[in-house]
């Protein structure tokens, strides 16, 4: 394991829009995450959990501070820079975000293609880890005929197909039942463990508080670490 | 082979596709008639030029098209005669008489042509196997493409019937049939010998020919032996090639006719109309995906490899709407070359210009519909 973290923030500012409609929604964050992590990010609605998400996931450009994601910083980085960090993140939406022309199968595929040495390879590589999340019958189903949990578990499919250092997770159980939510959850789990991944997930759900390393709590673009070592 | 994205997204949706494929196949269609008719009008008005046998056509001055021909004197054949390389040059009279419908014994204008049987002046082999006929007097050679107004001359001929008749009042017999065909202001034509043209235009004489016909010998230099004509004539004949020829026919109806602009804005709308719905049909698409585009951004994907797929799409679409298009087109051309002797062929080289059509109209639409591919952000995505 390595000794660089995977993401190190110091005091991160972001605000939204300009002049009178300039919005601060985050202010000094500092956190470390280092690999093997599952840290959950806990605050009520409107606090800035997703955009502390975007962020990290080099989705949005960072104003001020220092954010180093997998030790490229992110701060001023360019437009090419941005999209190379991406390749390095598996990302998981609260809504699974699967493309609806896809089958589950070339919906994982799409994204194996970006790091697979062939095309040959990214299919082999889709198929394995779909019957990893246990959708070996489902490889060649469109997302419309999955249930909300076999989606999730394509989009979990598709974050983890290129064994991601970091994957970031906002949400991802709120759209599914307590049983397929806590089955979606455990499995990540079990990949990142088995990759060796560190987790960054935004979640309101207590039921699966227990599978975290360290849950960090945010309040109005503040973090408040209450770091709690459940797995210890 | 990598994902075929835009491949699977534009079948995914059937009716979507069949919609398309239906606008840009009507969109091809109608540049292939418009361009095609006009080709046609415009062949149609050569296809006499097209079949004399000659290389090199000597005209009087102030002619302006077939049928407003001005004579010019014989003897500017014989002076060309005498020019190195060329081999023959034949007289060949035209004009307007007036057949009798023998049926209905009313009178239409035909345009006649005459020329010596001795020096066969047409590349027409039906024509060339009649010779003997028109030898005899007072006899033509009928037009069996002229419009149903002159009779069913060709059916009762074809019949056994012998057709006797009158052109400019004078007793004409059909001694045969040959195929041209009409055009912009000939309706029907006739084709016999110079001596039995001289005597139905009573008032034409030998001496005074409209169209000269030059053969050059085997081996002769077109180009050089044009130059000699033009340097050895007077100014009082004109010395145009093969080419030349047929085009100061086509300028002239271009000129005195809207019918080129005419087919020309047809094809125009065609494309404009194609334009319209590949446009419709990608912005459609590329808006009922900003969210999977947005999401492809946030796993790596960049902003190229969407541009990418929007023009594949377009390209996609311009093959699918094309093959159709042109086939369908194509039995079109049969169709209407079968009711109106229009001489409507497939020619490769208008295929390809609209093939190119057809291609650059997806691009300008998807070049247009990319626009909208800024709005797939992924920032958004997690909200
Ligand atoms: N694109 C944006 N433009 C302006 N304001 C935004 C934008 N996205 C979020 N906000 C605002 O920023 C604040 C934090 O939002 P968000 O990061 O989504 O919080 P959370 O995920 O914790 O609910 C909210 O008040 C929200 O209204
Ligand atoms: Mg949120």
């Known amino acids: ?83 190379a960090i991406r390749r390095n993140i598996g990302y998981i939406f609260q809504s699974h975000n699967l493309l609806g022309f896809l089958t589950a199968r070339q919906n994982v ?68 039942d307590s049983k397929s939510g806590r089955e979606v959850v455990e499995l990540m789990q079990q990949l990142a463990a088995d990759q ?12 699966i508080l227990d599978v975290a390393t360290r849950t960090v709590h945010m309040e109005d673009g503040r973090l408040v670490q209450s770091e709690t070592a459940v797995r210890a | 082979m990598k994902m075929p994205l835009a491949w699977l997204q534009l079948t995914r ?27 046609a009008l415009f062949d149609g008005a050569v296809r006499l030029h097209a079949s004399f046998e000659a290389d090199i056509f000597l005209i009087g001055p102030k002619s302006s098209a077939l049928v407003s021909m001005q004579s010019f004197s014989q003897r500017r054949l014989y002076q060309a005669m ?3 390389g060329v081999a023959g040059a034949s007289p060949v009279y035209l004009g307007f008489g007036r057949f009798r419908n023998p049926e209905t014994n009313e009178t239409r204008g035909i345009f006649a042509v005459g020329f010596n049987p001795g020096e066969p002046v047409f590349r027409l ?25 002159y009779g069913p001359i060709a059916a009762r001929y074809t019949g056994g019937e012998s057709i006797v008749t009158e052109v400019n009042d004078r007793r004409v017999r059909v001694g045969g049939l040959f195929q041209m065909g009409t055009s912009f202001a000939i309706n029907g034509a ?58 100061f026919e086509k300028d002239y109806w271009n000129r005195s006719t809207p019918i080129g602009y005419i087919f020309a804005l047809g094809a125009a709308m065609g494309f404009i109309v194609g334009t319209i719905i590949v446009y ?32 594949q799409e377009a390209f996609l679409l311009s093959l699918l709407g094309f093959v159709p298009g042109f086939a369908i087109s194509f039995a079109l051309y049969d169709l209407t070359r079968g009711a109106t002797l229009l001489p409507l062929t497939m020619d490769p080289l208008r295929a390809a210009l609209i093939f190119a059509l057809t291609v650059l109209m997806c691009a300008v639409s998807g070049a247009i519909a990319v626009r909208r591919l800024r709005a797939a952000d992924p920032a958004e995505i997690f909200a």
Do not use: W
């Open chain 1, 1 to 83: 394991m390595s000794l660089m973290p995977v993401i190190a923030i110091r005091r991160l500012d972001h605000t939204y829009g300009h002049g009178a409609l300039e919005r601060r929604v985050l202010s000094d964050i500092d956190l470390t995450i280092a690999a093997g992590e599952l840290v959950i990010l806990t605050g009520p609605s409107g606090s800035g959990k997703t955009t502390l998400l975007t962020l990290i996931g080099a989705l949005r450009s960072p104003q001020t501070g220092s954010l180093r994601v997998l030790g490229q910083e992110l701060c001023g980085a360019s437009e090419a820079d941005l999209v």
């Open chain 2, 13 to 39: 949706e059937r009716v979507r596709l069949l919609v398309a494929v239906a606008g840009i196949g009507f969109a091809v269609i109608l540049m292939f008639l418009q361009l095609g008719f006009r080709a």
């Open chain 1, 196 to 207: 060796g991944c560190a987790i960054l997930m935004v979640t309101h759900d207590s039921r």
């Open chain 2, 280 to 311: 419709q049909i990608l912005y459609t698409d590329v808006s009922d995906h900003l969210a999977e585009y947005a999401t492809l951004k946030a796993i790596g994907y960049t902003n190229g490899y969407l541009l990418g797929v929007v023009f």
């Open chain 2, 125 to 149: 082999g039906e024509v060339n196997r009649q010779l003997a006929s028109i030898r005899k007097p007072d006899t033509v050679l009928f037009d069996r493409a002229s419009r149903s107004e």
């Open chain 2, 190 to 247: 006739l084709i016999t010998s110079d001596l039995n043209f001289l005597r139905l235009f009573g008032e034409r004489s030998k001496g005074l020919v409209d169209l000269g016909l030059v053969r050059l010998a085997p081996g002769a230099d077109p180009q050089r032996v044009k130059a000699d004509l033009r340097a050895a004539l007077p100014a009082d004949v004109r010395v145009l090639s093969r080419q030349e020829y047929m085009d």
């Open chain 2, 82 to 84: 005498a020019v190195p």
């Open chain 1, 109 to 176: 595929q799409m994204a194996a293609e970006l790091s697979a040495g062939s095309p040959t390879e990214a299919r082999a590589l889709s198929e394995a880890i779909l019957v990893a999340v246990g959708l070996s019958e489902r490889l060649d189903y469109y997302p419309e005929n999955l249930s909300g949990g076999q989606k999730q578990r394509v989009a979990i499919a598709r974050a983890l197909v290129n064994r991601p250092s970091l994957v970031l997770a906002d949400e991802p159980t709120a759209a599914l």
